[in-house]
Structures are given as C-alpha cells and as structure tokens.
C-alpha cells in the first residue's frame, strides 16, 4: 500500500511537471512571432547614351519590378546625355508611376549630364554619390548641331518650361533646373543637396538603403533598410540595339552595306556580298528611323559613291577619287553631327573609313582602266603570247604548225623544227609570225 502511494505521488509530480512545461512552451511561442520576409528592390544600370533602347529598359525593369512587389526600383545612373524624344519618354514614365523609383548618380566620377539631369529630377527619390556632378542639360547639348535662331528660341523655351514642370511635381529646386537648361550651369554632388535638387548624397548602394528607409512616396513609407537586391539585366535585344546605334557602329554598317550591294552587282551570283549589304542596310534604317542623322550627310555619302563609281568607268586619273573621298568624310561627319554629346563620331574612326574607302574604289578603278585600256584581249589577238606545235619545219619561206584545234600556216626569222613548240607573236591575214619557246623564254628570263 505504501509503495503504491509513492508511485500515485510520482506520476501526480511528473504530470504537473509536463503540463507546466506545455504551458511555458506555448507563452514562449506566443511572445515570438514569425519573423517577416526581408524588403527586396530591383536595381539597372544606366550608363552611356540614352536612346531608345535605354527607354524600353527602363520600362521592362518597372513592370518586372511592380509584378514582383518590390520596394523601390533604384536606377544608377551615368550619362552624357541622349535623345530629347527618348529623355521625355523615360521622364513621362516616372512621373506617371506610382511605383517608388529611386535614381542613383554612381560611382563616384559619374556624370547626370544633359538627359540625365531631367531623368534625376523626375525620380520619387534623387540621390547622388560622392564625387559625382549634375547639370548641363542646354538644348545644345541634347539635341545636337546649331540650330537657327527661331528654332533655337523654340527649343531652349520647350526645355525651360519641361524640366520646370518636372522639378516642380517633386518639389525641387525649378530655379537651378531651368538655369541648367538656359545656361547649362553645372553642379557637384553636395552643391545639389544644398540647393534641393536631390534628396540624398550616399557614398553606396548599401547605405543608401539605409539613408531611404522609411522614406514616404505616394504617403507610404518604403522599407528598404538591409534589403536584398535583385539586379536586372538587360536583354538580348536591348543589348544588341544599344550596340548598333552607337555612331561607329552605323559608320560599318553603312560601308557594309555600300561594299556588299556594290559586290553583288559587279559579280552576281556572289550571294555572300549581297545578303551582307541587304542586312546591314535594313540594321542601319533602323538606326536611321530611331536616331536623328543628318540627311545631307546621307546625300554627301551618296554623292561620294557616285564619284568612285565613276572614276572606274570615266578614269579622270584620280580627281573623281579625290572627290569622292572629300565628300565621303565630310558625308560621314555631318551624318552624325544631330547627336547630342557623346555620340558624336571621333577622327579617330572618320579617317580611317575614310581612307579605307578610297582604296578600295581606287583598286576597283585600277582594274576599270585596265579593262578599257588593255586593248582586246578576244579573238586572235587573245592567242598572241600562246604556244604552238610545229607540224612542219617552219622557216622564212613558210610551215605550219596547231593550236587551239587548227592548222595554221606559219613563217619564223629563225628556223623551228617539227615537232618543237613556238610562241605566237602576231597575225597577219590567215597566217601566224612565231618565234622559237627558247628563245623567248632567254629574252624573258636571261
């Protein structure tokens, strides 16, 4: 009985125990919730030239960042400058969105020139690293050649009233965007901060995660602080369009295109040459249709190719050539002078197309001339030079000898027994001059 009671006590004392135990546990747990998913912001990267195909990125990275419900999409930028019609597509975007969208002028060294300028201010948030300026952003710059001075007054007026409505929407500093634009003033990172044209300086991305959180847009605060990054890349298409509308690229496709159709007419059947010119021809309308090139370079160009065309068939012993290289370089300068800065064609790549060009006209010429200065090279007179077989002794007074499948009567200063060979020297009604293979090959060769 008494052993009974000990057990009855112990299982009483454990039960309590495990219960007590249970208890804890759940207050614990109750103490402790979950822990939230980390914030994650998609970030791109801007640098060079703005275009088209900067436009369609940008866009591309807004939907795939809203489709993944993400903080912020943060742009790092660093640009010259670009395209007025591409800078309003980028700007027209941003201020549309209600999506949080962060510009970042970085690394240290960058530049938001021209087009950049109106990209930063159009940001919900503008931030800038160290070392890094913003500005410059006259028409001038942005749109490239002179401009008369109606246009001029027209363009500068656009630009002024654009990025006015722009610094406005966010509350920035119009007075400095619209001196950017009048007098292409230019500033540094902090100069920026203090005159209100960014919000941020941030020497990194990770700290300016840290410098953003909590930042309200649209008057909801965003949560970026440790966030996890997730970078997007540019696709292949944009990659590749980036790639052929940059000047030099187009410089090669245009002489592609002009070699490629000109091998295809001159040899045809060739197919390679052709389809080459045929692509690189469509790739450069493509340019064209996107890029503002100027049309009286295309017609200089056209005019150059008129040119070496016609020194193959009318030799002027060069001065066509020269003339078509003159209008060829200046062709090719002014093709390019409608882009803003930083797209602009270098000497660099000028003078060797150029001088590429030329010779490859002038050998095209060389062989032109030969053609119709060689003298006729069919019939008989193509078999002048050729050797025969002597079928009968061949002296002064006469022999014969065959070639090309007939019997000829032939005369020879020297004599030429039968069955040794002779070279044709000339036709003289229906009878042959030769001379002996030796002693052609002496006077040749000794």
């Known amino acids: 009985m008494k052993r009974s009671n000990y057990l009855s006590a112990f299982l009483f004392v454990l039960g309590f125990f495990l219960i007590a135990m249970h208890a804890l546990e759940i207050d614990t747990n109750s103490d402790s919730p979950e822990e939230a998913p980390k914030p994650v912001v998609s970030v791109i990267e801007v640098s060079g030239a703005i275009g088209p195909p900067v436009a369609d ?62 990209i930063t201010m159009a940001a919900h948030i503008a931030a800038m690293a160290p070392a890094t300026n913003i500005g410059a952003a006259s028409p001038v710059s942005m749109g490239g ?49 203090e005159l209100n044209v960014i919000d941020f300086i941030a020497p990194n991305l990770d700290s ?107 030799p002027t012993y060069g ?23 930083g797209m602009g064609l270098s000497m660099g790549w000028l003078i060797p197309a150029t001088i590429l060009t030329v010779l490859v006209f002038a050998w095209i ?12 090279r069919a019939g008989l007179e193509g078999e002048i030079g050729q050797t025969a077989e002597v079928v009968e002794t061949i002296g002064k007074k006469g022999g014969r000898v065959f070639f090309s499948g007939e019997y000829w009567d032939a005369v020879s200063e020297e004599k030429i027994k039968k069955g040794e060979t002779c070279t044709i020297i000339k036709f003289e009604g229906l009878k042959v001059h030769v001379t002996p293979t030796s002693k052609n090959e002496e006077n040749t060769y000794g």
């Open 208 to 314: 300016l995660l840290t410098i953003i959180d909590g930042f309200e847009v649209n008057e909801q605060a965003i949560s970026t602080k440790n966030a996890d990054i997730n970078r997007i890349d540019k696709s292949f298409a944009e990659s590749f369009l980036s790639f052929i509308m940059r000047p030099e690229v187009m410089l090669i496709l245009t002489l592609v295109a002009v070699y490629g159709i000109l091998g295809e007419v001159t040899s045809p059947g060739a197919i390679i040459p052709g389809v080459s010119g045929v692509i690189a021809l469509i790739l450069l309308l493509y340019g064209v249709a996107a890029m503002p090139l100027n049309t009286a370079g295309f017609l200089l160009i056209g005019l150059a190719i008129v040119l070496f065309i016609s020194e193959a068939f009318t």
């Open 57 to 118: 990125f940008i866009k591309r990275s807004l939907n795939i960042a809203k489709e993944r419900e993400d903080e912020a999409l943060i742009i790092e930028l660093d640009t010259p400058g670009g395209l007025l019609t591409s800078t309003q597509d980028i700007v027209q975007l941003m201020l549309g969105s209600d999506f949080p969208i962060v510009v970042y002028v970085s690394p240290e060294g960058a530049n938001a020139g021209s087009a950049g300028t109106f």
């Open 319 to 341: 001065i066509l050539l020269i003339g078509g290289g003159i209008s060829f370089f200046l062709g090719s300068m002014m093709l390019f002078q409608d882009l803003p800065e």
């Open 365 to 376: 010429a060389y062989y032109g001339i030969r053609a119709q200065w060689g003298g006729n």
């Open 145 to 193: 050649a002179e401009m008369d001075t109606v246009s001029q007054k027209k363009i500068f007026n656009f630009s002024e009233s654009f990025i006015e409505s722009i610094a406005e929407r966010r509350g920035r500093n119009a007075e400095w965007a619209k001196s950017a634009v009048r007098d292409g003033a230019a500033i540094t990172a902090r100069e920026a901060l």
